[in-house]
């Protein structure tokens, strides 16, 4: 964490010298921090240090853990439900973050256009995401997506016989990621921010030399929104790795039907409190976050080639 | 606009640390038993009771703490209940913690693990003092007791039953198995139900593939005159037994005979016999009010199950709805009091009626209103009527059943899928079972 102390270092300010922070201030500056840094310590980094112990135990809750080691780790990659959670989850974030973006952009540029009402459709585009999370709107899914449901009742119209999404293996991945793609609008609200940040004479003096619609998407607002589209990829493909509620809800806890939506996460909860296993629970934990953190590096490593900064020297 | 380049990593860090993990620390197993003393009159004292089920079951729990508080006026019971898959994470999380309630309903399924563990209170020095037991049957308190410590008392007893809805048998022409049919003409039977059943809208099976329910799998191990768990709480089947099993309905998932998974899976927590789709299901005989009140039919009728290979059922009365007191209560005599309550007072066998099972007390059976036509009726009637096929006594599930039932139920489902073949099903439930159950 960086302190509150501001050094001025030479370099970045070369013509004058910060002043320092008075004690008092610094004082009053934590004490506003401290029911952040309660939650953080107490919330957050204990229970994290307790699980990577835990993650060398072997500890089914009743009695103390037991140090076994890597054992857990190796079993890991041995345990072909954890295979399955591992693959589920990986087609999840793979198709539905790009998906759920692809998506999340193109509502931004319909709701940036100059229209009469817009301000409501924005909300209502929105909307989603503030319920789509819930355990309701899971329950909503479920029904509709059933033999019979309203998904089920439209596709017979068109002459599919797929019947109810929810028992067929090969359809509930899909299910998931339409309810993901959804709930677009936090990364529709970011997109719309970014596009009202590309400056209009870039577009004016584009259409002068005589580029189309898609030459200038392509030109001038992919590469104007190459840091909001970082930052959007960024966020959704974490949170997509950490999906448990819905496929919990759907799948009533139990990752069916037949496997199909055994989340990582999912597994992870119904090794820990479904068979009492903590231990490897915590080390499935662990391996999430070293997952987790090697993509989010290697987005950083590559993003130097393709997030263009407005004011850096190309 | 380097700012929002560090912006945008330091949020990414943070969300990649935010993944909260939760880990709990344990404590030292406390000791059971000790002495006993009546339980006192004038202090106040207040305890919890926690059960498994639905509103209606916790409608009747609620009337029978009602009782209770009025005929101990200084004991103020405060009750909780759960789903059953939510009531164990609950237990479990709590008996992490040394927060178990005093008084909670127990599952065979789970009894050896909470005793192994030191959760559960010993019962033993409260016989004669808080707690009466003479109103059970000698081989049913020994289901509550391991290693001559008596760690709950069950309050009901539950039989295996085929149920079978007559309304939809009527409709089909059909007849329901015969009296002392076997395994092989009750799948016989299955399959001309789904031949009769096929024209209709929604087409009408037998019933779900049973093989799946690893009950089922035990009454049937039991057939052969064996008990399916050693005494040192091993497995005593092999997995030569659990193959001929599976293989036994391969024909009707074959023909398609069994009711669909892929329907299946959208009813939970109903079945497609409940939703009239399936003319048979075998299950638990305290089942049927469940079973009346979903499918809209009284017309509900009750055999016993298949019989084995010598002509026998060799059925037994499983003790369910156990209670047991907590080992860390502060309250063990208000506790034992409490349990001496629900198990012998006669109005709780009122309130409850068959919901629970048959009451294992005499007063509580006594007590309850059998009307005639009614379902505590039916479900009497039907443990009356197999009390003389009633031979073996009842499995003690080994440490870590909760555990191994689960994984047959996921692998069952697998199969009915064809995700996995027969003998897949049996080598990943053992890997599974070697990891659960502790070795002796």
Redesign the interface.
């Known amino acids: 964490m960086t302190t509150l102390t501001r050094d001025a270092a030479p370099s970045s300010a070369p013509a004058k010298r910060a002043r320092r922070w008075k004690p008092s201030e610094v004082r009053a500056g934590y004490a506003f921090l401290t029911p952040w840094l309660l939650g953080f310590f107490l919330l957050t980094a204990g229970p994290m240090i307790a699980s990577l112990y835990l993650a060398f135990t072997d500890y089914n809750l009743f009695t103390d853990p037991q140090w076994v080691g890597f054992d857990n780790f190796t079993q890991l990659f041995q345990d072909p439900r954890f295979l399955q959670s591992a693959k589920v989850t990986a087609i999840y974030v793979l198709v539905g973050t790009p998906v759920k973006l692809v998506a999340a952009l193109a509502v931004a540029m319909l709701l940036n256009m100059k229209h009469r009402g817009q301000g409501a459709y924005r909300s209502i585009f929105y909307a989603p995401s503030l319920i789509g999370a819930s355990v309701s709107i899971a329950i909503v899914w479920k029904a509709m997506f059933i033999d019979d449901g309203i998904v089920d009742t439209v596709g017979q119209f068109f002459g599919m016989q797929a019947g109810g999404w929810v028992g067929n293996p090969d359809m509930t991945m899909p299910m998931m990621i339409l309810l993901a793609v959804w709930q677009f609008g936090a990364p529709m609200v970011i997109f719309l921010a970014g596009l009202k940040q590309v400056p209009a004479e870039l577009y004016e003096a584009a259409s002068v030399d005589g580029a189309g619609p898609v030459r200038k998407f392509l030109r001038i607002t992919l590469p104007m929104l190459s840091p909001v589209i970082f930052f959007n990829l960024l966020l959704e493909t974490i949170a997509a790795f950490q999906v448990f509620s819905s496929a919990f809800i759907i799948s009533g806890g139990s990752g069916g039907p037949a496997g199909s939506t055994l989340f990582y996460t999912l597994y992870l909860y119904i090794r820990g409190f479904n068979d009492f296993r903590m231990g490897y629970a915590s080390a499935m934990a662990w391996v999430l976050v070293i997952v987790v953190g090697v993509i989010t590096a290697i987005f950083f490593k590559t993003s130097k080639s393709w997030v263009h900064y407005s004011g850096d020297a190309r | 606009?380097?700012t929002?380049?560090k912006l945008?990593?330091a949020?990414?860090?943070t969300?990649?640390?935010?993944?909260?993990?939760?880990?709990?620390?344990?404590s030292d197993?406390s000791g059971s038993g000790g002495d006993a003393a009546a339980v006192s009159t004038d202090e106040d004292i207040t305890i919890s009771l926690a059960w498994w089920g639905n509103d209606d079951r916790a409608a009747k729990y609620e009337q029978a703490v009602d009782l209770f508080e009025k005929a101990h006026p200084n004991i103020t019971v405060q009750t909780q209940f759960q789903a059953w898959?939510d009531y164990?994470?609950a237990r479990?999380?709590e008996?992490?913690g040394k927060a178990l309630p005093d008084v909670m309903q127990m599952d065979l399924s789970y009894l050896r693990?909470y005793a192994a563990?030191?959760?559960l209170g010993d019962l033993s020095a409260q016989e004669g003092v808080n707690l009466d037991v003479s109103g059970l049957d000698e081989s049913l308190l020994e289901s509550g007791a391991i290693d001559g410590k008596q760690y709950a008392i069950p309050t009901s007893t539950n039989t295996l039953a085929l149920f079978y809805n007559a309304d939809i048998t009527d409709a089909l022409g059909m007849e329901p198995p015969a009296d002392g049919y076997t395994w092989d003409e009750f799948d016989q039977w299955f399959l001309d139900v789904a031949k009769a059943g096929a024209s209709e809208d929604p087409a009408v099976y037998g019933g779900a593939d049973y093989a799946v329910t690893f009950w089922f799998f035990l009454q049937w191990f039991m057939q052969s005159g064996e008990q399916p768990f050693t005494e040192d709480g091993q497995l005593n089947f092999t997995q030569d037994d659990m193959k001929e099993w599976l293989n036994s309905t391969a024909d009707l998932r074959d023909a398609k005979a069994v009711y669909?998974?892929?329907?299946?899976?959208?009813l939970?927590?109903l079945t497609g016999f409940t939703t009239n789709e399936a003319a048979a299901e075998v299950s638990w005989d305290n089942f049927l009010a469940g079973y009346v009140a979903d499918s809209g039919t009284e017309n509900i009728e009750m055999l016993p199950i298949p019989a084995g290979d010598d002509g026998q059922q060799h059925l037994f009365y499983k003790p369910s709805m156990l209670l047991a007191p907590s080992s860390s209560s502060e309250h063990p005599d208000a506790a034992a009091a409490l349990i001496d309550f629900l198990i012998n007072d006669p109005e709780v066998g009122t309130i409850f009626g068959t919901s629970k099972g048959v009451p294992a007390v005499a007063a509580q059976r006594d007590a309850m209103d059998v009307e005639a036509g009614s379902i505590d009726e039916k479900v009497v009637a039907y443990e009356d009527s197999v009390a003389d096929i009633v031979t073996e006594s009842a499995p003690i599930p080994v440490q870590g059943f909760g555990?191994i039932e689960?994984e047959f139920k996921?692998l069952g489902?697998?199969l009915q899928?064809g995700?996995i073949t027969v003998d897949e099903f049996v080598e990943?439930w053992w890997a599974n079972a070697e990891q659960?159950i502790p070795q002796s």
């Open positions: 606009m380097k929002r380049n945008t990593m949020l990414g860090v969300t990649v640390f935010a993944l909260a993990l939760s880990g709990c620390s344990s197993d898959d164990w994470t479990n999380t008996a992490a693990q563990t030191g959760q669909p998974v892929e329907k299946a899976k959208q939970e927590p555990a689960a996921r489902e697998e899928y995700n990943q659960n």
